[in-house]
């Protein structure tokens, strides 16, 4: 007995400390062969990246004789993803040599030495020219290098459903000015066209991310003018600590769930919840107002598995509205993902032939198009092509002159997790917006070494 | 248990160690010593290594070199309330589940078993094993579908005209505790079905013939006579039900607001998501005391019987 006894905790520990350890095999680097890892949908159905990825392929093994691609994609949610990648970077091992980084953590793993900078590459490659400078600064470290190539980036707004509006007496030109005129909106909506979910904002921590950028820093950044950062003050080098616009952006999403404007509570938590919106609720027009992002038609594009061809006919756009109504008017915050190359790739300088490979203006484009992303070369956001490939794509590509990049530093992925954890608070109405801000006050202060001011 | 059977032999070899086998003994170690290496290789190393990144401060990312930080994670999980309110659920869940769920109602579902039919035995037998092999994963799809909100038991509450609710944002924790008394009752009834074979008839039919009831054969004769088995199935089900991860993460992630985050998803959450590596693997060497806790508590349980 006794041996068992003591071999039970030892074997789940041993188990985690090999995952920590990220044993793995993999044999050194092959110097004809660019591995590149990705991220594939967790989603059976949806192919977008594979197909893209192979079409690259085959163009870049027939430029280059004797080369080859081995793509090595990475089934996994997001979060799960950085996790893996993470573990994959640190040892030459098992480092590929092109990777699909998240703008989201990419100042995190560059402090970690996990990237190398790209600008001697970079100055020699005409093309980099034509990208727009926020999408340059997305992928630049705090040392100024850059590490990473942005394929896109993408905004968010308001989607909202024309055929409830109608019914509940609203305008099909719909174009709130002030975080008023929605919560309007969603309560006339609420009275008059009572089964449907009048507003849906994500929240609390089984969304992750999704809560804390598509909702609370949407938000957030309203309370201010265009030029602030409400988030992190650059000049100190500090985060900002909860305060009059924090609170206000969290009242928001109280008020949404205490007054029944948004989705049950319990569905709002449930980790499923983005498939629901997207796949479910609207499409099936069981949601009036979707504060989401402009990827949502990726899910509904022929092949896709949800083919909902007819919803820029059912759907309208409207851009997020500032606290009240102030300069700029609207607000937006951008994300989106680079290609990087890991500092203990085997082959970089393929790797790089392969990102060039990928950024000639017309396979751009057909990135673009094909994942509802929004462009970053600007000869690609001009062209009328471009434009007028999709419904959405014009509405969420001006959003970009009013769009914010999250303060990415490597404490953000904690600062999110407070966000989250606020949010929850008050979602649930275990805490009130008082109480949740203080927390996060406590939480920002424990995430970031004090690194923190009051403002 | 058949880890016991040996060990009055071991200790006998050293002393009946005659001269002449001497120069022998090294060579009887050689086919250990495979056996040796690899447990010192995949099991020891990476505890030990387990053991000094609980002292540092290491992190998936975000930080160019890690340092020694002696006790700091520890004393901070310590005053993390969010560690406290996670030892606190650990200790519900195993207590309901394990202690009480799985090792009560495994116990009962063998008693009633003898005396069942043998189609009865078999069908029981048999839904109670297939929940026991299914994968971790699976069981907590399958269960997450019978408890949310339009789920299996709502519906079963709507058709008795019984109020339903959301239950896995009601009661998240007893959700799971009941997730893992349907999983893992079967191995209870498995190891308790064997330790009552185990029990001589005439004992049994004497008592009988003295006249004790059920309930005192129960309490009087078998339970005692199976103690040995009850101390080895209740330290068995503890650590299987402290280690229990993907259940709870597929059925709730830990939410509602950490109200069913047990130590092994708050440990997952500081190392993974937080990439907070050196604290989470401080969680988890607690997470190994609290297991030894409840294995000595077990382990006084069956010395006390002789």
């Given amino acids: 007995m006794r041996p068992t006894a003591a071999l039970t905790p030892l074997v789940a520990l041993a188990l985690a400390a090999t995952t920590l350890t990220a044993c793995g095999g993999g044999s050194g680097s092959d110097p004809d062969t660019v591995k590149v890892s990705f991220k594939q949908s967790t989603d059976n159905s949806v192919k977008v990246m594979d197909t893209y990825l192979a079409d690259i392929r085959k163009q870049f093994e027939k430029a280059h004789p004797g080369k080859k691609v081995e793509l090595v994609p990475i089934k996994a949610p997001d979060s799960e993803y950085y996790t893996k990648l993470q573990q994959m970077l640190r040892s030459p091992k098992t480092a590929p040599d092109l990777v699909y980084e998240d703008t989201f953590l990419i100042n995190s793993d560059i402090t970690s030495g996990y990237l190398k900078p790209l600008d001697p590459y970079l100055a020699k490659w005409p093309d980099w020219n034509r990208f727009i400078d926020t999408a340059k600064a997305a992928a630049k470290g705090e040392d100024g290098k850059t590490y990473g190539v942005p394929d896109g980036t993408d905004t968010r707004g308001l989607w909202f459903n024309k055929d409830v509006f109608e019914k509940a007496g609203l305008p099909a030109d719909w174009q709130p000015r002030t975080w008023n005129d929605v919560l309007t909106a969603a309560r006339t909506i609420k009275k008059k066209v009572p089964d449907v979910i009048p507003l849906n904002a994500y929240t609390g921590k089984p969304v992750g991310e999704a809560a804390a950028m598509q909702t609370f820093e949407m938000l957030l950044y309203g309370t201010v003018d265009g030029g602030t950062d409400p988030l992190y003050d650059k000049n100190s080098k500090k985060w900002i600590a909860g305060g009059k616009a924090f609170e206000d952006a969290l009242s928001f999403v109280e008020t949404v769930y205490r007054e029944k404007l948004g989705p049950d509570v319990s569905d709002a938590l449930d980790p499923n919840v983005m498939t629901r919106v997207r796949g479910e609720w609207l499409p099936q027009g069981k949601l009036a107002i979707a504060l989401d992002g402009s990827w949502l038609p990726q899910d509904w594009l022929p092949g896709s598995g949800h083919e909902w061809p007819e919803w820029s006919r059912t759907l309208g756009l409207a851009a997020m509205p500032t606290q009240h109504g102030q300069a700029p008017g609207k607000v937006s915050m951008s994300g989106g993902w680079t290609w990087s190359i890991p500092a203990k790739a085997g082959n970089p300088d393929l790797a790089f032939e392969f990102v060039k490979t990928m950024q000639t203006k017309a396979n751009a484009q057909k990135w673009y198009v094909a994942n509802s992303g929004i462009a970053v070369r600007e000869d690609v956001a001009e062209d009328p092509a471009y434009v007028d490939a999709q419904p959405g794509i014009k509405f969420f590509t001006d959003l970009v002159s009013t769009t914010h990049y999250r303060p990415a530093y490597p404490a953000y992925p904690k600062v999110s997790t407070a966000i989250q954890e606020a949010m929850e608070g008050v979602t649930t109405g275990d805490t009130s917006v008082a109480e949740a801000t203080s927390s996060y006050t406590d939480a920002l202060k424990d995430a970031t070494d004090n690194q923190v001011v009051e403002r | ?306």
């Fill in chain 2, 1 to 306: 248990m058949t880890a016991t059977a040996p060990h009055p032999r071991l200790t006998k070899t050293p002393e009946d160690g005659h001269p002449a086998h001497g120069p022998r003994r090294p060579l009887r170690i050689l086919p250990l010593t495979p056996a040796v290496v690899l447990l010192l290789l995949f099991l020891a190393g990476p505890i030990a290594y387990c053991v000094y990144i609980a002292f540092t401060d290491l992190q998936l990312t975000g930080q160019a070199e890690e340092s020694f930080v002696g006790l700091d994670n520890f004393t901070r999980a310590f005053g993390d309330e969010a560690f406290l309110n996670a030892v606190w659920l650990t200790l519900v869940f195993t207590v309901v589940s394990s202690l009480i769920g799985q090792n009560t109602l495994g116990l009962a579902l063998a008693v009633l078993m003898r005396r069942a039919s043998k189609p009865v035995r078999t069908l029981t037998g048999g839904i109670v094993v297939t929940a026991w092999v299914l994968p971790e994963v699976v069981a907590g799809f399958l269960l997450y579908a019978f408890f949310r909100r339009e789920g299996t038991l709502n519906a079963i509450l709507d058709w008795l005209h019984l109020p339903s609710q959301n239950w896995l944002f009601t009661l998240p924790i007893l959700a799971v505790s009941f997730a893992n008394v349907w999983r893992g009752t079967a191995f209870s009834m498995l190891v308790y079905s064997a330790a009552l074979n185990e029990i001589p008839r005439e004992i049994t039919e004497a008592a009988e013939v003295d006249g004790a009831g059920g309930r005192r054969r129960m309490w009087h004769i078998t339970l005692p006579m199976i103690r040995r088995s009850i101390g080895t199935n209740l330290m068995l089900n503890t650590l299987q039900t402290l280690s229990v991860f993907g259940l709870i993460w597929v059925m709730t992630r830990g939410g509602p607001g950490g109200r069913s985050q047990t130590l092994p998803l708050f440990m997952y959450e500081q190392a993974f998501q937080n990439s907070l590596i050196g604290y989470g693997t401080a969680v988890a060497l607690l997470l190994l005391l609290v297991g030894s806790l409840f294995s000595l508590i077990y382990l006084r349980l069956l010395r006390t019987e002789v």
